[in-house]
């Protein structure tokens, strides 16, 4: 009955490599999110989907591409990972865009070899 | 720059006793805070939230505090419980354009509730 679901839970590869981390909710909610909580332990936001089309864009690298096929899963991929990259990634669900309470995923611990 | 700042990383506090987590903020756009409850390996979960429109928000044991003029709002837990230790992070959001969802968090208080 898990609300919002990523997976792996773990992800281990080397620098230069592609992956990608699937999140999925089952709440009926219009609008997801990306965090990246780095290893100075701060979540900040980097994507935010509503009804499959992109709402919020921090200043991320154009290596990381969000890809919502529709509203219920919001996948993250990156190319060409950096050892920087490595993090905790956080998928997230609200509502809608107007509801500021977001439901999170359990994470997902990226380390980049 | 940090728009949310939680100035203590850790607390420690014994059971039945008041736990008060503070979080400043430097944004007066602002209007919107909540409280995030994280335990290791999980998730945040959603603790409580406050608009500015209101200085208190109160649900079971935890109450929520806001003042507006000092930028500065806190989270007491009464009576704390040995359950309650994890780490709790504020975050604020602005309410305009589309921008309700852009969370800024603060950096995190690990509470300790010592039974």
């Known amino acids: 009955d898990t609300a919002v679901s990523q997976t792996p839970k773990y992800l281990v590869t080397q620098m230069g490599n592609d992956k990608s981390i699937k999140c999925e909710q089952n709440?009926?909610?219009?609008?997801m999110y990306w965090y990246k909580q780095d290893s100075k332990k701060f979540l900040k936001i980097m994507f935010s989907y509503n009804n499959k089309e992109l709402i919020i864009n921090e200043t991320v690298p154009n290596r990381f591409s969000p890809k919502s096929p529709d509203k219920a899963h919001l996948n993250l991929h990156i190319n060409s990972l950096e050892l920087g990259d490595s993090a905790v990634y956080f998928c997230?669900?609200?509502?809608?865009?107007?509801?500021?309470?977001?439901?999170f995923g359990p994470g997902t611990r990226l380390t980049v070899l | 720059d940090q728009q949310v700042k939680q100035n203590s990383p850790s607390l420690s506090v014994q059971e039945g006793r008041i736990s008060i987590l503070n979080c400043d903020y430097t944004n007066s756009m602002f209007d919107y805070f909540l409280w995030y409850k994280k335990y290791p390996a999980e998730g945040p979960t959603f603790l409580i939230s406050i608009s500015s429109i209101k200085d208190k928000n109160e649900d079971g044991r935890f109450t929520v505090f806001l003042n507006k003029s000092a930028k500065h709002l806190s989270l007491h837990i009464v009576p704390s419980q040995p359950g309650d230790s994890a780490v709790y992070f504020c975050?604020?959001?602005?309410?305009?354009?589309?921008?309700?969802?852009?969370?800024?968090f603060g950096k995190g208080t690990k509470l300790s509730v010592k039974p």
């Open positions: 997230a669900s609200s509502q809608d865009v107007t509801q500021r309470e977001q439901f």
């Open positions: 975050a604020a959001s602005e309410g305009y354009g589309g921008s309700q969802g852009n969370l800024i």
């Open positions: 709440l009926g909610h219009d609008t």
